[in-house]
């Protein structure tokens, strides 16, 4: 529940909270900003969690220098390409979490180092389908079977069962947000 509009965080309830807080007074507009902290709000601390993670990340694949240059977002695409082929820049933007503008500059460069195709999809001229080349095959493979170990480092402080409810919690975040 939101502190503000006691409605939960859907967009038109983010507009109507700001609302909320233009039409209170000086002196509880104040105490609202009194009241804010940053390092305990959601976003700080998804945040630094995402940087720890990126960290690791870093950490792991600098070590091979067949992985060193690729970034999180490149993995992410891999990835989804090596469960999947003939996928429309829709569906690896809707599996990947990432929009058009970033997946299609991501896309350019992968191309250019031969990690990817992109063609005409058979079935409907209309569309473009994504597939990984065999390089971009062995390399996606490659980064998937030390993937893991990423998550492993960054859940590594938490006992096992909040390391399971943790990520059962970020699970329902997402898909009360994205359905």
Request: glycine residues 6%; proline residues 3%; without cysteine.
């Amino acid at each position: 529940m939101d502190d503000a509009t006691g409605k939960t965080g859907s967009r038109s309830s983010i507009r109507e909270a700001a609302e909320n807080v233009a039409l209170r007074t000086p002196e509880e507009r104040r105490e609202l900003a009194r009241d804010y902290h940053l390092q305990s709000q959601i976003g700080f601390r998804l945040r630094v969690a995402s940087q720890i993670a990126v960290e690791r990340f870093t950490e792991l694949f600098a070590l091979d220098p067949a992985t060193a240059k690729i970034t999180t977002s490149q993995f992410a695409v891999l990835a989804v390409l090596w469960d999947a082929s003939d996928l429309s820049h829709k569906e690896v933007a809707q599996r990947t979490s990432m929009d058009m503008p970033t997946l299609n500059g991501l896309l350019k460069r992968l191309l250019a180092r031969g990690l990817v195709t992109v063609n005409v999809a058979e079935k409907d001229k209309r569309y473009r389908v994504i597939n990984l080349t065999e390089a971009g095959r062995a390399l996606a493979e490659h980064l998937r079977a030390r993937g893991h170990i990423v998550s492993q480092q960054v859940l590594e402080p938490l006992p096992e069962a909040d390391r399971e409810l943790l990520l059962d919690l970020l699970s329902r975040l997402v898909q009360g947000h994205r359905g």
